[in-house]
């Protein structure tokens, strides 16, 4: 336990609204919604509230991917317009992405959240990627690679992240490439429609969202009396006892993850 002295904290818990912003990224969402069928991999979350508001992070996923075949695919099948070609070429720059922000609801929670973009469907180049009523519009797909004599049950748990990610970033159009054992790519690329994966799996959407929901619940009953955005509930999830605990590391601490830039911005809109 930290000292709140001289940290970004108030004594007293702003709870005006109704409705609660959550401020986190696809990664985390993901995790979560995967949680009641993960039976292998542990994960932390990290978790400030500060005027009624959550701020979650997890792992960010460029710091432990180690795989770059996925790069690899995406610089195979993307052009930078219609009328290209792609560069196949080029080492793919693994220090660059594209994120897109996204904005959805569940109950009372608006989730504000980043996710990584791969790409678009579109017969014209987009001009302008600062023009956000027109990226708001455009058909964004995804790819994804699978090994072709994969377990048939661990094909489905696959599936699922797919499926959430792709729900998550209003994606509906999915490309699955199948690898064989040498890891090559032999058979066509399979087009999968997002809003169909769901039928004839063993699992269901309903209970992701369900905990989803219920874990924010949790939380916020948790950290209703927090008011900081020093302080950090630490989350961890054990998959294989299937029990989520956490630990509090109250004020500024080696856990705090909200960027001093951002908390003045906050302290100083607080205080108009």
């Known amino acids: 336990m930290m000292s709140t002295e001289g940290s970004n904290c108030s004594n007293a818990v702003k709870n005006k609204h109704s409705t609660v912003k959550v401020y986190t990224g696809r990664r985390a969402l993901t995790q979560i919604m995967e949680w009641p069928y993960e039976n292998k991999y542990d994960f932390n979350l990290w978790i400030s509230r500060y005027n009624n508001e959550l701020y979650m992070t997890g792992v960010l996923s460029y710091l432990n991917n180690t ?9 195979l099948l993307f052009s930078d317009s219609p009328d290209e070609i792609p560069n196949i070429d080029d080492i793919p720059n693994r220090t660059m992405g594209q994120s897109v922000l996204h904005q959805s609801k569940i109950g009372k929670y608006t989730l504000l959240y980043a996710g990584e973009a791969q790409g678009i469907i579109s017969d014209k180049k987009i001009e302008n990627f600062d023009d956000i009523d027109a990226l708001d519009k455009c058909r964004f797909v995804f790819t994804k690679q699978l090994w072709k004599n994969l377990n048939p049950w661990v094909k489905q748990r696959k599936l699922l992240k797919f499926w959430i990610q792709s729900y998550l970033s209003n994606v509906d159009d999915l490309y699955v490439a199948y690898k064989n054992d040498d890891g090559n790519v032999t058979l066509p690329i399979e087009y999968i429609k997002v809003s169909t994966i769901p039928q004839e799996q063993f699992w269901k959407p309903s209970v992701s969202f369900g905990f989803l929901h ?3 619940e949790q939380v916020e009953q948790a950290m209703s009396n927090v008011n900081c955005l020093d302080t950090v509930y630490e989350f961890t999830f054990k998959a294989r006892d299937k029990t989520t605990s956490y630990k509090i590391y109250e004020g500024k601490s080696e856990k705090s993850f909200i960027p001093k830039k951002y908390s003045d911005f906050v302290n100083k809109e607080n205080q108009i």
């Not at 770059?68 to 695919?73: A, C, E, G, N, P």
């Open 67 to 75: 795989c770059s075949h996925h790069d690899r695919l995406q610089q």
């Open 214 to 216: 219920y874990f924010l």
